[in-house]
């Protein structure tokens, strides 16, 4: 991820998927599917994804979204 996100918190799944060099659509899959974390909801039902998820995600090596909150639960715990 660049430098022009480091004081973003929260981005699209546009964005994200951009992020990750994959369509917005393979975002949508891999998000049905659970490969992806789990975005979070504002009010309104605006979705946006967390960029420190985005990119503890990453350096993780892309887990499923279950192992990945596993991992980001045991980071946070310790």
């Known amino acids: 991820m660049n430098d022009t ?3 973003t918190l929260l981005v ?3 964005t994200a998927a ?3 060099d994959v369509s917005v659509s393979t975002w949508a899959r891999l998000h ?3 490969k992806i974390p789990r975005p979070i909801k504002l009010t309104g039902g605006t979705v946006r994804w967390r960029i420190d998820d985005l990119r503890l995600w990453a350096a ?3 887990p499923g979204r279950k ?3 596993e991992l ?3 980071e946070t715990a310790g």
């Open 12 to 14: 699209s799944a546009r």
């Open 60 to 62: 993780a090596g892309c």
């Open 5 to 7: 996100m480091s004081g």
């Open 67 to 69: 192992r990945f909150e």
């Open 32 to 34: 049905a599917a659970g």
């Open 72 to 74: 980001r639960n045991a």
């Open 18 to 20: 951009t992020l990750i």
